[in-house]
């Protein structure tokens, strides 16, 4: 018996020396690089309804300890539309943006460029034109059971739009509910959204693969989508809404926005669904549409780093109750 005590005492030691040596500190400062550190982020999404602004930031190394981004304020950053040099942009200091007086056009090619570090950072994009939302009907079914632990409604929304011919084009979609701030009471909550059904957003989760997000198509902030499969055709996207029968208010206000994009703000917020969904099974990260820090997933700045967007908007609004009962 005290020869198995001390074989057991033994083997316990072995694993314990084992286990500890898996462990080793390791110096991340050797995996600092020098040059990193001279590396500018510019940050900017443009839009015909707001003038021009630009966020400049420094880098940082991912282990070192910061509250929020550190703004450089002694850029010149030039401004060009179209080819024509429009003057600088002035640094506010209020809002740390370089802001210009200027708000772009459909179809302006819009160019920033500054000087730091001995390199020429820069960027050119080319606002999209808008693409109107045309058409909006409202299909309901219900009240149903079997889906939820409730009785429910479903509500099919067909909104339609027609994708300029003949060249690539991106697009955002936003699907909410509205209430009014003086009788929030009166808003029927927003429900279950089932993206499925729509072949452009099935075309985003065939183009993300194995990257594509479980939650992808039940997203409630919105889902980026390109024009393949529907290249200059009139379209309706296809959006599903189930609401609990009991949560059906006096009101159900709901809000449609279509943003025409330019591929590179495509790419960064397919980039940002991809990136959450490696941290994160929930969308609560999911980007807004406006001014972003940049992430690893995408870069369009030239010499520095972050995303230089550009988005013409259309949207409408409708109370569905009216359409869909008496």
């Not at 005290?2 to 400062?29: G, M, N, Q």
């Not at 630009?54 to 981004?69: G, I, L, P």
């Not at 957003?201 to 194995?210: C, P, R, T």
């Not at 159900?252 to 397919?270: C, E, H, Q, T």
Request: glycine share 4%; aromatic share 14%; net charge negative.
């Amino acid at each position: 018996m005290h020869a198995r005590f001390l074989f057991f005492i033994y083997t316990l030691i072995l694993i314990s020396l084992a286990l500890s040596s898996c462990y080793r500190e390791i110096d991340l400062d050797k995996y600092r690089d020098e040059a990193g550190k001279d590396i500018l982020a510019l940050n900017s999404i443009i839009t015909p309804d707001s003038v021009i602004a630009v966020s400049a930031t420094q880098t940082y190394f991912f282990s070192d300890k910061h509250r929020e981004s550190i703004p450089v304020s002694d850029l010149d950053i030039r401004l060009s539309i179209n080819g024509v040099n429009v003057g600088l942009l002035e640094y506010d200091s209020s809002r740390q943006l370089y802001m210009s007086h200027i708000k772009p056009n459909e179809e302006d090619v819009v160019e920033i460029s500054t000087f730091y570090m001995d390199k020429t950072v820069f960027a050119k994009e080319c606002v999209p034109k808008d693409v109107p939302i045309e058409n909006i009907t409202v299909m309901l079914r219900g009240p149903l059971s079997g889906e939820y632990s409730q009785k429910y409604y479903s509500f099919t929304y067909n909104i339609t739009f027609t994708d300029n011919a003949d060249e690539e084009n991106y697009y955002f979609f936003r699907f909410n509910d509205y209430r009014n701030p003086k009788e929030p009471w009166k808003s029927t909550n927003l429900g279950s959204i089932d993206y499925s059904h729509s072949i452009v957003f099935q075309k985003l989760k065939d183009y993300m693969g194995a990257s594509a997000p479980s939650w992808l198509m039940w997203n409630y902030p919105g889902l980026p989508f390109s024009d393949a499969g529907i290249n200059g055709d009139r379209h309706s996207l296809t959006v599903i809404e189930d609401v609990m029968v009991d949560n059906i208010s006096s009101e159900m206000i709901r809000d449609f926005k279509l943003f025409a994009i330019n591929k590179a703000y495509y790419d960064y917020i397919v980039g940002n669904l991809i990136y959450i969904e490696s941290m994160d099974d929930s969308p609560s990260g999911m980007i807004d549409v406006g001014l972003a820090d940049p992430i690893r997933t995408f870069s369009n700045i030239h010499n520095g780093i972050g995303v230089f967007g550009c988005y013409t908007l259309s949207q409408k609004q409708l109370d569905v109750l009216p359409l869909v009962f008496q």
